[in-house]
């Protein structure tokens, strides 16, 4: 049986893990890094690349969510970030079309339209099937397509 999870996952990331007993919130998105002028919201496999973007020299500071969780969505996060930074980009693996980041920014025209200086960005697969392993990494976001896409949120 295959791993439902992205085999990028393995070993890509090293982080240290408390001795004692914790609980990561359910519901409870997490802000990955602090930004003023554009949110990246993303989870999964996904939130690497965005730290990484967002290390890149560029124009403005870059506010990273971790959703953690897609139900339940933790929208008062997601909404307060983009209120503040007035742009957002959802970065996620999966084809751009019908899924979770269709809906992260519906809710946020819904609820911040009036606060966004530029329109919502989606960074994702494409909407073909999933390649094979050779052209993954085409398929996937990468950290120079999330780049390109903050500098054309900040230049609107």
């Known amino acids: ?3 439902v999870l992205p085999k990028k996952l393995y070993r890509a990331i ?3 893990v ?3 007993d914790y609980t990561v919130p359910i519901g409870k998105a997490k802000i990955r890094r602090a930004g003023d002028d554009v949110t990246l919201i993303t989870w999964g ?3 690497r690349p965005c730290l990484e973007a ?3 020299p560029n124009d403005g500071s870059i506010e990273v969510i971790d959703v ?3 139900s339940p969505l933790d929208s008062s996060t997601i909404l307060t970030s983009v209120k503040k930074t007035g742009r957002a980009i959802i970065v996620h693996e999966a084809a751009r079309s019908f899924g979770v980041g269709a ?3 519906a809710r946020i025209n819904e609820k911040e339209l009036l606060s966004l200086e530029a329109p919502v960005l989606r960074v994702t697969g494409y909407d073909v099937p999933t390649p094979y392993p050779k052209l993954e990494d085409y398929f996937l976001p990468s950290v ?3 780049y390109k896409a903050v500098q054309q949120v900040l230049s609107f």
Do not use: G, L, N
Request: proline letters at 4%; charged letters at 45%.
């Open 1 to 3: 049986m295959e791993s």
């Open 14 to 16: 090293r982080e240290e």
């Open 18 to 20: 408390p001795d004692s």
């Open 45 to 47: 496999s996904m939130v």
């Open 54 to 56: 967002a290390e890149k």
């Open 68 to 70: 953690r969780t897609i």
């Open 103 to 105: 809906e992260i920014s």
């Open 144 to 146: 120079d397509r999330i």
